[in-house]
């Protein structure tokens, strides 16, 4: 009758309960799909097409997209990639952590403290801490292999390419804190196994 809103909340709910009842998922897929032909919002219509692809066919398989690709890191600005740092952080691994990383890029004039207290990785930009554990001095063009994980602080440092003034464990134990997302994630339950059965 067109209540696609109504339809998803039931069956949301029989797939929840029944993750391999497949004509559920089919029928809920159906709906997702009319939502998702209806709204004008981008982000909106492709969450809902997403959802209903996998509902049908399971978790899309083949290569992931490359985010850390030089060009990527060469426009993300400094801040933005400690930021990101703060998203990788797994505060399983770093409770009971704390310390502190002064940033210093020369060629590019930044400065930022960094800061590890509660779990929580956060950044502050044009500021230094007097009390740091750990000043690292590299210039920015240095900066990008590491923010690429194709080189490390530590490698850089040996190549002459940046100095570290103070405690360099530090750096080991951030990241030792930082996790991997996995890309081929459920939004609907019960795809991931279909994903891994022959068609």
Known sequence: AGEYRL???L????????????????????????MG??????????????????????????LLPRSASPD????MSTGLWL????????????DGLAFTINLVTPDTGEEYVLELSNSTLTNIGGYQAADADLTVTINRVDLEPVMMRK????SQAEAGRATLA??????????ACLGNFDQFFEIMPGTKA?????P
């Open 7 to 9: 339809a998803i909340e």
């Open 11 to 34: 069956l949301n709910k029989l797939v929840y309960a029944q993750p391999a009842n497949q004509a559920a998922k089919d029928l809920l897929a159906d709906c997702f799909e009319q």
């Open 37 to 62: 032909y209806q709204k004008e919002s981008s982000s909106l219509r492709n969450s809902f097409l997403a959802a209903a692809l996998e509902l049908r066919s399971g978790i899309p398989a083949g």
């Open 72 to 75: 990527t890191v060469r426009a």
């Open 83 to 94: 930021d990101y740092l703060g998203v990788l952080l797994d505060s399983r691994k770093a």
């Open 151 to 154: 080189a490390t602080f530590a």
């Open 166 to 175: 103070g405690n360099p464990a530090v750096l080991q134990q951030l990241m």
């Open 194 to 198: 279909a994903a891994a059965q022959p």
